[in-house]
C-alpha cells in the first residue's frame, strides 16, 4: 500500500517566490523519519532535509523547511525564494523503524525566471 | 569520497539476457538497498540488506537477485531481462539505524530492455 502520497504532479512557481511542495504518509509506528530529496535534471538524488516524529520543532536547512503536522500525517516541504537551480523534481520519503525508507511520485517544480 | 558508486551507468539489453548492476560503497554502513525509478511512480524498493549475508525483499523483488557477501558490494542480478524491466536503478546506503538517516544514493544505472 502507497504510504507516501504527494498530490501535485508538477509546480510552477516565480523566482524570488515562497513555494510549498505537499506530502502527506500515512503510518501506525510512532518512531519515523521524513526526508525530502531534490532530483535534478542530471538524475541525482540529493538529500535535503529531514524530520523526526519525535522531533518538537520544524526542521530547516538554509531556504528549505519542512513543516510538519503530526495529527495530520503532513510533511510538506517549502522552499523560499525560489531560484532557477530549484527547478527539479522533489521527492517525499518516510523510514519507519526497519529501515527500509519508501517514497512517493514525486513533484516536478518549475522555477520561473 | 567516491561514497556509492554503481555500474554500469548505461545498459542496453535483449529480452531474456541476464546482468548484473554492481554497487559498491566505502562509507562502511551495513544496510544497502536497490530501487527502481520510473515515471510517475517515484523511487521503489527491489531488495535491500542489513548486513553481509542477510538480505530481503521490497516492494518489487520479482525478476531480481541479490547476494551480499561482503559490507562494500551489493550487486543486483537480472537473470532474464525483460522490457518491464526497462527503468533507472539506484543504489543506495545508510549508516542510521531505525528511523534515522538518509539515504545516500549512486549515481543511478539506466537499464534498457528491448
Not at chain 1, 66 to 91: C, E, P, T
Not at chain 2, 69 to 91: G, I, M, N
Request: charged share 15%; glycine share 10%; net charge neutral.
Amino acid at each position: 500500500a502507497q504510504k507516501i502520497t504527494q498530490t501535485q504532479p508538477g509546480m510552477f512557481v516565480q523566482e524570488k517566490e515562497a513555494v510549498t511542495l505537499d506530502c502527506t504518509y500515512d503510518t501506525s509506528d510512532p518512531s519515523y523519519g521524513l526526508f525530502w530529496y531534490k532530483q535534478p535534471s542530471s538524475g541525482e538524488m540529493i538529500f535535503l532535509i529531514y524530520q523526526g516524529s519525535y522531533d518538537q520543532q520544524n526542521a530547516t536547512e538554509g531556504r528549505y523547511s519542512l513543516n510538519f503536522q503530526k495529527a495530520r500525517k503532513s510533511a510538506n516541504l517549502v522552499i523560499s525564494a525560489s531560484q532557477l537551480g530549484d527547478s527539479a523534481m522533489y521527492f517525499c520519503a518516510m523510514r519507519e523503524r526497519g529501515n527500509d525508507m519508501r517514497f512517493g511520485a514525486g513533484t516536478r517544480l518549475t522555477v520561473k525566471p | 569520497n567516491a561514497g556509492v558508486t554503481q555500474t554500469p551507468k548505461f545498459q542496453v539489453l535483449k529480452t531474456g539476457q541476464s546482468m548484473t548492476l554492481q554497487c559498491a560503497q566505502d562509507m562502511n554502513h551495513e544496510y544497502m538497498s536497490w530501487y527502481r525509478q520510473d515515471p510517475g511512480m517515484g523511487l521503489r524498493l527491489i531488495h535491500y540488506s542489513v548486513g553481509a549475508g542477510i538480505t530481503d525483499q521490497g516492494e518489487v523483488p520479482n525478476g531480481y537477485n541479490v547476494s551480499r557477501s561482503t559490507t562494500e558490494d551489493f550487486p543486483l542480478r537480472l537473470l532474464s531481462a525483460a522490457p518491464s524491466q526497462t527503468s533507472v536503478y539506484f543504489c543506495a546506503t545508510t549508516g542510521g539505524t531505525g528511523a534515522v538517516g538518509e539515504l545516500f544514493f549512486g549515481e543511478g544505472s539506466r537499464l534498457t530492455v528491448l
